[in-house]
């Protein structure tokens, strides 16, 4: 799933096939400098602009906006690749971290269901005590998995620039009032 989404995204960033790596290779799309088509466009406009002296204004804002789309779209293809390398890196790494922070939240959990269950049906202080051991338990696996998962979105986040908000915000646990 992961490689067509690439290959997708390779042919959309870099419309020329030739210059488009394999899917599992390198990341890396971008026409080298110079050989961009809005650059050669650009220096073939300027190569023959003398001949067309009545449309000097015409072919040198033509020229200017080959150059900018040239810029904008090298701009694009490196943006383009970063954000490869984040999916690929959330998908190879983050996601079996957080997979094995779920299965660990879940075991936690039903313990402490489980604990809970036996101290509404049996109240004792020993049943008293498991549950609570078990709630301690389950709250230290949220907040690690809470506390992983905020680091996670942290650097993804400010790797993009973007500004962070309070990602304890709306974080609500079993045991708290």
């Known amino acids: 799933m992961l490689c067509r ?17 394999a899917a599992e290779s390198t990341m890396n799309v971008e026409c080298e400098q110079g050989k961009h088509p ?18 000097m204004p015409s072919l040198e804002t033509s020229i200017e906006t080959c150059r900018n789309l ?34 660990a939240l ?31 338990r389950f709250n230290q696996q949220s907040d690690k998995a809470t506390e992983g998962m905020s680091k996670n979105a942290h650097e993804w986040i400010s790797s993009h620039s973007l500004a962070l908000s309070d990602p304890e915000a709306g974080v609500a646990r079993e045991g708290d009032a």
């Open 5 to 21: 989404v690439v290959v997708s995204m390779k042919s959309v960033l870099q419309p020329n096939p030739q210059l488009v790596p």
């Open 70 to 103: 040239a810029t904008m779209d090298h701009e694009c293809q490196r943006k383009g690749r970063r954000a490869m390398h984040f999916m690929r890196t959330f998908i190879n790494v983050d996601c079996f971290e957080l997979t094995e922070q779920k299965q």
């Open 38 to 55: 809005y650059e050669l466009l650009a220096k073939t406009l300027e190569e023959v602009k003398a001949h067309f002296a009545e449309h």
């Open 106 to 136: 879940i075991a936690c959990r039903q313990e402490m269901d489980f604990a809970k269950y036996s101290y509404a049906t049996n109240a004792s202080e020993s049943n008293k005590l498991s549950y609570d051991a078990a709630l301690s």
